[in-house]
């Protein structure tokens, strides 16, 4: 374990399902983000959180909607999704949003049917 | 506007040969510039990153990373590959005078290391 936790590690769902991802981190890091993670594309970063407050939304579709209830907690709410959505879906963490490294979880494996 | 690439999909090394995956970056200022490894199934993992000092870059496994500011590079490199090093590699940059939290990631490159 990282210290990053992300749940759940795979879904599968309905493209007019309603869903949240989860991610979990206690290493006392300031700044959360979610990447997306497309097969044979690079690390697509869409939110970024410092100190509970959304710093960065890279121009990602509404049906995407984060949330970021305390620095240790960070969820992804997923609505009316499509198919080309179906990536691995990963959550880091970092002491701040400036020179640090991050750190991962294992992602959650999603596949929109 | 930054960029990294990662000019080979794939690199492939007999064990206990040196091993190199390379990057270039693009950015307007001085780069924060890092590495990752992922393994089947998981997250990324941090390996070493670049900020400001000696242009060799020591980090985990053994892995060394050199900044070369005239090539605009920042190649990955270990003196003796272990099959277990096979994995997807990601070269990362951060330019700090754009607010300093977007770190953009390139493509990957994946590793064999065949015994």
């Known amino acids: 374990e990282t210290g990053v936790t992300q749940t759940p590690r795979h879904l599968v769902m309905g493209m007019t399902n309603k869903k949240s991802l989860k991610c979990e981190q206690h290493?006392?890091?300031?700044?959360m983000y979610w990447y997306k993670q497309s097969a044979k594309k690079p690390l697509e970063l869409m939110f970024v959180y410092s100190l509970e407050e959304r710093v960065e939304n890279n121009s990602v579709p509404s049906r995407f909607s984060p949330e970021c209830p305390n620095s240790s907690h960070l969820f992804l709410h997923l609505h009316t999704l499509q198919p080309e959505d179906s990536a691995l879906y990963l959550c880091?963490?970092?002491?701040?949003?400036?020179?640090?490294?991050?750190?991962f979880g294992s992602g959650t494996r999603l596949t929109v049917v | 506007a930054q960029s990294v690439a990662q000019p080979e999909d794939q690199v492939n090394v007999a064990e206990g040969n040196p091993l190199t995956v390379k990057c270039t970056y693009s950015?307007?200022?001085?780069?924060?510039l890092f590495w990752y490894v992922q393994y089947p199934n998981r997250g990324l993992q941090f390996l070493l990153k670049?900020?400001?000092?000696?242009?060799l870059v020591k980090g985990s496994y053994g892995f060394e990373a050199e900044f070369n500011k005239s090539q605009t590079s920042f190649h990955l490199k270990k003196p003796s590959a272990l099959v277990s090093d096979s994995a997807l590699y990601f070269c990362a940059v951060r330019d700090p005078n754009t607010g300093g939290f977007k770190t953009i990631f390139g493509a990957g490159t994946r590793l064999f290391v065949k015994a």
């Open positions: 670049y900020i400001t000092g000696d242009n």
């Open positions: 290493l006392g890091h300031n700044a």
């Open positions: 950015v307007s200022g001085n780069p924060y």
């Open positions: 880091a963490s970092s002491q701040d949003v400036t020179g640090g490294g991050y750190t």
